[in-house]
T-cell receptor, first 111, second 113 residues
Framework: GDSVTQMEGPVTLSEEAFLTINCTYT??????LFWYVQYPGEGLQLLLK?????DKGSNKGFEATYRKETTSFHLEKGSVQVSDSAVYFC??????????FGQGTELSVKP | SQTIHQWPATLVQPVGSPLSLECTVE??????LYWYRQAAGRGLQLLFY??????ISSEVPQNLSASRPQDRQFILSSKKLLLSDSGFYLC????????????FGDGTRLSIL
């Protein structure tokens, strides 16, 4: 069935380092894609989205580009901060209003 | 703007006791509503979703049930809690049409003793 696969965590970076969190999906067609962020003890917040091939979603310095050739939607940030420490979830839209989530990638940024 | 409220934020319950978690959405009509559970390993498991009043779909067999008595109210219940029901419960809503994102509440941390 359709799925979303994220890179294993935890990912540990120093402040101001470059971040990439890989996400690939399986799908028929071109589903909308999303990145969510979950800070400790909180619910998930929508970080960015892309609705069609080659779209680039961006928010708070994070970016992800919808790549249909590689069925990927990797999350990137040029310079991470300690406050970016959280769990990041990649998701794709599924029929019936449901989302398929990846397993989450924990990011820890050290000062 | 739309907002979603979940309560309580934390709950400690003995095994065998009943459960009622409530979720309400404001600022939108006829939303899709969802209940998720997040276990310690971080993954999200969809428990129930609803496309309208009284319409509930269950994703996995379990000890829990859901109800939607009003358009913007979604309730998660159990008659007798099990130890395995412990976890972080998240309610979410989305616009009812098209490939839209879901928007999450702040969650309820449920501990079963």
């Amino acid at each position: 069935g359709d799925s979303v696969t994220q890179m294993e965590g935890p990912v540990t970076l120093s402040e101001e380092a470059f971040l990439t969190i890989n996400c690939t999906y399986t799908a028929t067609g071109y589903p909308s894609l999303f990145w969510y962020v979950q800070y400790p003890g909180e619910g998930l917040q929508l970080l960015l989205k892309a609705t069609k091939a080659d779209d680039k979603g961006s928010n708070k310095g994070f970016e992800a580009t919808y790549r249909k050739e590689t069925t990927s939607f990797h999350l990137e940030k040029g310079s991470v901060q300690v406050s970016d420490s959280a769990v990041y979830f990649c998701a794709r839209y599924n029929q019936g209003g449901k989302l398929i989530f990846g397993q989450g990638t924990e990011l820890s940024v050290k000062p | 703007s739309q907002t979603i409220h979940q309560w309580p934020a934390t709950l400690v319950q003995p095994v065998g006791s009943p459960l009622s978690l409530e979720c309400t959405v404001e600022g939108t009509s006829n939303p899709n509503l969802y209940w998720y559970r997040q276990a310690a390993g971080r993954g999200l498991q969809l428990l129930f979703y609803s496309v309208g009043i009284g319409q509930i779909s269950s994703e996995v067999p379990q000890n829990l049930s859901a109800s939607r008595p009003q358009d913007r109210q979604f309730i998660l219940s159990s008659k007798k809690l099990l130890l395995s029901d412990s976890g972080f419960y998240l309610c979410a809503w989305s616009v009812s049409s098209g490939p839209q994102p879901q928007h999450f509440g702040d969650g309820t941390r449920l501990s079963i003793l």
